[in-house]
């Protein structure tokens, strides 16, 4: 389900997941819009949602800024670390007296964010609601070269985001792409966010364009999109078993140290906030 119900209807036990994009407005180029990165992680979001349906998944509104510093100035909105972190640790504080969820999912495909793997352990620590961040960077790179889209050193703005755009949105699409747009610095992707880290993307593109865009595919594109959702679920399935298992053991060492009912009244550990358990099918 998705934000446009009443909170009414938002009590559900059967609830196990909620899936909060995290966007990114920056800067990609000449051809394509600066919401690409917000439009594509809302998209996985969606897709990731309707592949959950019988854990009833609740996709929130997708957070439209993040941390790209690296793209600053023209089209690019950047939050500091801290300010992304405080509205992430509110986020979940909030969901925490919802009292229905158990897994918050992050989904995120700004390569910038890596700071949220982090993050999301700190919130599972912090606000006791088992946090993840999927596609995982390492997993959008392997599912990018996986898609044969190109062999080009496509980092942004390239062949692959492109290809994104002309299968879901190809109104977006400004201008003719030509090869004359190609843009591949002499930078091998392995250290391509530490040059964006530390100098920004200007200092070895001119155009904002890292990559291959004239090699866009749409076709390729959507099965990239499809692939990806398809990992993104076998990993969410995986992870809401261990939540489950956890849950058990922490349930049965509880039983076992406590034999007198009694002695529940001052029980302060955090328990799941979902108080029936159901087991996810396994694909
Ligand atoms: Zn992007």
């Not at 992707?189 to 593109?205: E, F, H, Y």
């Not at 990559?211 to 076998?234: C, F, S, T, W």
């Amino acid at each position: 389900m998705y934000a446009d119900q009443p909170a009414t209807q938002m009590a559900s036990s059967q609830r196990r997941l909620i899936i909060l994009p995290i966007g990114s407005c920056e800067q990609h180029g000449p051809h394509l819009p600066i919401d690409t990165d917000l439009r594509i992680a809302t998209l996985l979001a969606a897709k990731l949602t309707d592949a959950l349906r019988e854990n009833e998944p609740l996709q929130l509104p997708a957070i439209p800024f993040s941390c790209s510093w690296e793209h600053k100035g023209l089209g690019t909105i950047a939050l500091n670390v801290s300010t992304l972190a405080a509205v992430l640790h509110d986020t979940a504080r909030s969901l925490q007296t919802w009292h229905t969820p158990v897994l918050l999912i992050l989904v995120n495909w700004h390569g910038g964010n890596d700071l949220l793997g982090a993050l999301a352990t700190e919130i599972t620590a912090a606000e006791g609601i088992p946090t993840a961040v999927i596609p995982a960077v390492s997993q959008v790179g392997k599912a990018w070269d996986e898609s044969g889209i190109t062999t080009a050193k496509d980092i942004h703005a390239g062949a692959v985001e492109t290809s994104i755009i002309q299968a879901f949105w190809p109104k977006l699409i400004t201008g003719a792409i030509s090869a004359r747009d190609h843009c591949e610095p002499q930078i091998a992707p392995a250290k391509a966010q530490a040059v964006m880290q530390s100098l920004g993307i200007r200092a070895v593109t001119s155009s904002g364009i890292w990559g291959a865009p004239e090699q866009a595919d749409k076709a390729k594109g959507k099965r990239l999109i499809a692939a990806l959702v398809e990992k993104m679920r076998g990993q969410v399935i995986k992870l809401l078993e261990l939540v489950d298992e956890q849950a058990t053991r922490e349930e049965e060492s509880e039983d076992h140290a406590r034999p007198d009912d009694s002695r529940n009244l001052g029980d302060t550990t955090p328990r799941p906030a979902n108080g029936e358990r159901h087991h996810a099918s396994v694909s």
